[in-house]
């Protein structure tokens, strides 16, 4: 069974009341989701292997660590999952970045795909997928299927805020993949949205509401 790891670091828990305050504008939601994407990833990498190597100061020899391969790859969720990108490669500036397009039918609340574009070797690479919501779990179980189907082995699934649901539907469909969450809230509502949640992330994003 994967881990579940919610987050409770207390800069954490300030950038997210910030993020969710419905005054909050583009430009700072923006800023706060990626410093909260930044230190999450500190927490998401905490367990990445690290090897012996054999380097020189410039006092003398010693053997230092560095990372195991350092084949590490981002995918966003678009449209969303972008605001989540930078603050990612703040803290692994090599890793490559793939795109996956999903939406949510405002009806069914089904993911439909429209993109998808990912570095040629990333079945290779330790792969984290980020988006800021989990909600039914929709969107991101069918991310995760579609990297599993290009042969992906290695998958992390980073969320700023999860539903229940979405995390019962993850452990269900994905029970090899670890969650980091930022924020564990009480349900859906009727309309498919996290309460208290944050409204519609992408939309917060990009300023297009
Ligand atoms: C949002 C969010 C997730 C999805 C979560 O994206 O960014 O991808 O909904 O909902 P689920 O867990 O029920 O699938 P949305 O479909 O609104 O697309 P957008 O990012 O392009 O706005
Ligand atoms: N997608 C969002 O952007 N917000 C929610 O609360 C649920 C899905």
């Known amino acids: 069974m994967a881990k579940i790891v919610i987050m409770n670091h207390p800069l954490i828990r300030h950038k997210i009341g910030i993020i969710r305050r419905k005054e909050t504008g583009s430009r700072d939601f923006r800023q706060m989701i990626s410093e909260v994407a930044m230190l999450m990833c500190y927490e998401a990498t905490r367990n990445l292997k690290v090897v012996d190597v054999s380097i020189e100061t410039p006092i003398c020899q010693m053997t230092a660590k560095e990372l195991e391969g350092k084949k590490l790859a981002v995918v966003p969720i678009l449209r969303a999952g972008l605001g989540m990108v930078d603050g990612m ?23 439909v795909e429209y993109y998808c574009k990912l570095p040629k070797d990333c079945a290779e690479r330790e792969v984290f997928v980020v988006d800021p919501m989990l909600a039914t779990g929709g969107s991101a179980s069918a991310a995760i299927t579609m990297l599993k189907e290009k042969g992906v082995r290695k998958l992390r699934f980073m969320c700023i805020i999860a539903a229940p649901e979405g995390v019962e539907r993850m452990k269900a469909d994905h029970p090899d993949v670890d969650l980091y969450i930022g924020a564990m809230d009480e349900r859906l509502n009727e309309n498919g949205y996290i309460v208290p949640g944050l409204g519609d992330a992408g939309d917060r994003i990009f300023g297009t509401k």
């Open 89 to 111: 490669l703040t803290m692994i500036p090599a890793a490559k970045v793939g795109h996956i397009g999903l939406y949510r039918n405002e009806d069914t609340l089904e993911p």
